[in-house]
């Protein structure tokens, strides 16, 4: 029995946030933006808009992808969910009509679509479902602090939906196997210090009393991140395609995680992948965590560079630290395209 992938989609809010929009108030330029992340834009939501908007806007395409109208659990991926509680799944699950199904959030950052793919195919390959809608979905720009110029430009919003049912593994669209890891010695090498019960219990309370302002933003020390992401995305890659039993030139598309187009491309020249197996989307929708790789995914499939039967290699790496892998051969599913 495996998960096999029966349906694609996703979304992005409207407002389009260039470069120069940001250099309006940020003390960057566009050369500087694109020579050192491969970010030519990135969207934001709109005031009021948030996370379980974009994800049952995503889930209700992956859906339509699939040619279904129910599934048996839904799993959200996030890490700028609407509220600190509940999680957003139950109600995108209701957004949706789908009933009382099992559903829930899970944390896992940039990684979140790699976490949420196995969690996914776990619950198939236990019986607890025999489908899966399975959304990463975030509005992380409403966790950035527009006025650092380190975080500012890199982060987008968006959300991308997957259906896992369950099949064969012999089957185009059966997932794994995967590899996951983390690192929690270098947690704080990505972090959002106030808002949770460490700065609650420390400061007596939720309304932060003494807090810096700018510790209710995202705090990332980039060089030492680079560095980790290049190195655990590249070794968890190679793991994932050992236990397939892949070998590197068997791979046709390279769809890593878009946090700097600089990373995709060391992995993909430290696992000796030429360029033209590397997808990339960052240019248009920045680096957007759990959405990241089903978004790219579907903008992939819709430009032709993603064709069925084609051997696909996916993997992630964000806070945590988390990263994760898997494989699979692209299955016959249409796939609108995210606009
Ligand atoms: N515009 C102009 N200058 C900027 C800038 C910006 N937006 N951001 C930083 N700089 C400056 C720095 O202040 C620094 O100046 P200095 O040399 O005078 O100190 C210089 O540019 C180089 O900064 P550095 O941080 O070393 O740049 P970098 O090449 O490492 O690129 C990141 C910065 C964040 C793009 C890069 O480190 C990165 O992508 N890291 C990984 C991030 C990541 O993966 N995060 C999420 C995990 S999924």
């Known amino acids: 029995m495996a998960a096999v992938l029966a349906g694609l989609g996703g979304a992005l809010p409207a407002g389009v946030v260039t470069n120069d929009d940001l250099c309006a108030t940020l003390d960057s330029t566009d050369e500087w933006i694109r020579t050192r992340t491969g970010i030519g834009e990135r969207r934001r939501v709109a005031p009021g808009q948030s996370t379980r908007d974009l994800a049952a806007e995503a889930g209700a395409r992956a859906l339509k992808s699939a040619g279904r109208g129910a599934v048996d659990a839904v799993v959200v991926a996030t890490t700028s969910a609407d509220r600190l509680c509940p999680a957003v799944a139950p109600e ?5 009509g789908l009933g009382p199904v099992p559903a829930y959030d899970l944390t896992s950052a940039c990684s979140g679509f790699l976490y949420g793919l196995a969690a ?5 390959a236990s019986g607890v479902a025999e489908s899966v809608l399975f959304i990463g979905a975030e509005a992380f720009t409403t966790m950035v602090n527009p006025a650092d110029r380190g975080t500012a430009p890199i982060f ?3 959300a991308g939906a997957v259906v896992l ?6 089957e185009p669209g059966a997932v794994g196997p995967f ?3 983390s690192d929690g010695s270098l947690a704080d090498l990505l972090a959002i210090p ?3 019960a460490r700065q609650r219990s420390a400061t007596g309370g939720p309304r932060g009393d003494g807090v810096p302002a700018e510790d209710w933003y995202l705090r990332m020390e980039g060089r030492p991140l680079y560095v980790q992401a290049v190195a655990r995305m590249t070794a968890s890659a190679r793991a994932v395609l050992d236990r397939a039993g892949w070998a590197v030139s068997d791979v046709d598309v390279f769809a890593g995680h878009q946090a700097n187009v600089r990373i995709v491309r060391a992995v993909a020249e430290e696992l000796e992948l030429p360029d033209d197996r590397v997808a990339v989307n960052i240019d248009r929708v920045g680096n957007t965590l759990a959405a990241s790789v089903p978004l790219l995914l579907a903008d992939a499939a819709v430009r032709g560079r993603l064709n ?11 806070a945590g630290l988390s990263w994760g892998s898997t494989v699979l051969r ?6 609108e395209e995210v606009r």
């Not at 995108?92 to 949706?96: D, I, P, S, T």
């Not at 692209?330 to 796939?335: A, G, K, R």
């Open 194 to 196: 106030a808002g949770g």
């Open 92 to 96: 995108v699950a209701h957004q949706l």
């Open 165 to 170: 049912r369950r099949g064969t593994p012999d």
């Open 120 to 124: 996914a195919a776990g619950h198939i």
């Open 179 to 181: 590899d996951l890891g």
């Open 308 to 318: 069925p039967g084609d051997r696909v290699l996916l993997s992630a790496f964000g």
């Open 330 to 335: 692209w299955p016959d599913i249409p796939v």
């Open 156 to 158: 987008g919003d968006g």
